[in-house]
């Protein structure tokens, strides 16, 4: 079993690396204590259930299976968790509101979504990447970090942006998303086990930046301390 | 074949253009954040100045009004009191010589009334302007504040200093001393119904604490802070001590009551001896 996942990993190191990356901010928060703040619970759940289901996809790709079906189930989980963050980080109520509204009109949508691009549920072996989700995912996420810099900036009530760890997880976010909003409808038809659209390096564009992510996760986690997240 | 190389080409240019500006973003949360705190700390620091500034002249004000009413007692009031003594005397001499008993009893009652209130005057003028504190210094002005109040009131008052030569220190901050500790005795006398108060002065290297004790009924600071009852008193310490860049903390000690201390700076006298208050000047007095 380890030589497949080992095999697995020397051909696709890019894919590989954040399944395994994903353990550094999930250990760092339970060092720190940091799920003691609802924020960081909300994140910790989020990058467990992101293991979980990497680490599924990572044993079936290493045995040679679909593991689209997967992908497309967590664009919604992926959703509602990172979105919730934002419910406790966002001050206004109307736009809190808005928010929760987007989580089940989102889901809603990705599932019809995932219904849509793939007809028969069953095929697995044949499944292909949602058409729209993920961008409608990115673009919701965008609007959501980019509200919530604003927010910051205009109540300018963190003295150091470099010291408050959800400024960095915001970057993260950010990163991961922009490198995802125009190459995600691509990736409907590249990421298909027949009959698959070739578009070489931007295939591992997202890969990267996940790591990006989750180092810039990281990095803000690393940041955290009690005393100074309550000020 | 080629519209597929062509197609991620821009999707190529597309995504780093998407990345840069998301770098962008971030790069400019930071810097704009940054620099709206830097001026918002300017004007902050501006304002505070000028309030500073504002209660420094509030303060100025007041102690220049003071010294006007204490000369116009003294110059005004005094003399006429003085005149008005040596008229009775006179005319006591007058009623002696008639032998009227009643007459006599009359005017001696009259002439202790005009001493009392020449005394009075006297005390109120010395309580306007502290002349002791400019001649002698902040320890024997103390000394004498709780001597006057010790025979007025039923109260032990103790005062301990951490040295026996006090060092004189500049007029501003030897009166914003000496109006704390009125002030905080006051308050003792006023609201804790107290019969015993303790007053320490310290001095080190950097820093001059004054602190007053007392065994009232005590109170919590934080609760008086909490429901803005801290009276003009208490506001007015903290204001003069804002000037000085001074602090004011309260404590309630486990034996009861409650004690304050007050911590400012260390200034020095310049080698300028301070003007005498009498004979009064009229002019402005800056402090």
Redesign the interface.
Known sequence: MLETYFSYFKRQPLASIPVFLTLLPIFLIWRSKAYHERTFLILLIYLVFKFVLDFTMFEWASNQRNTVLFYNLSVPVRYVLTSCMYYYKLEYKQQKTWLIISMPVFVGFSVWDIVQTNPSLLDLHNHSMVLYSTTVESLLMLFWILLYFYNTIRALRIPNLLNYPFFWICSGLLLYYSSLLFIAPVLHYASKWEEWMDIGILYNVPYVFESVSIILFSIGISQYSDSSYAK | MQN?DE??LV??I??IA??M???F??MF??Y???K??EE?KKINDIEKNYNRLLLDTALNSEETERRRIAQDLHDDIGTMLSLTKLSLNQLSKLIVTSGDDKEDAIMKKSQSLVEETILHVRRITRDLVPTTLERFGLMEAIEEFIHKLEEDNNLVISFQSSTEEFPRQGQKLELTLYRIMQELVNNAIKHANCNKIDISLEIDEEIIGLRVTDNGVGFDPDKIKESNLAGLGLLGIESRLAIVNGTVQYEQPTQGGSSAIARIPVNPASGNKPEPLHPFRRERVNI
């Open positions: 597929n197609l991620k999707l190529l597309a995504s998407m990345l500006m998301a770098f973003v971030i949360v930071m704009y954040q940054k709206k705190f918002e």
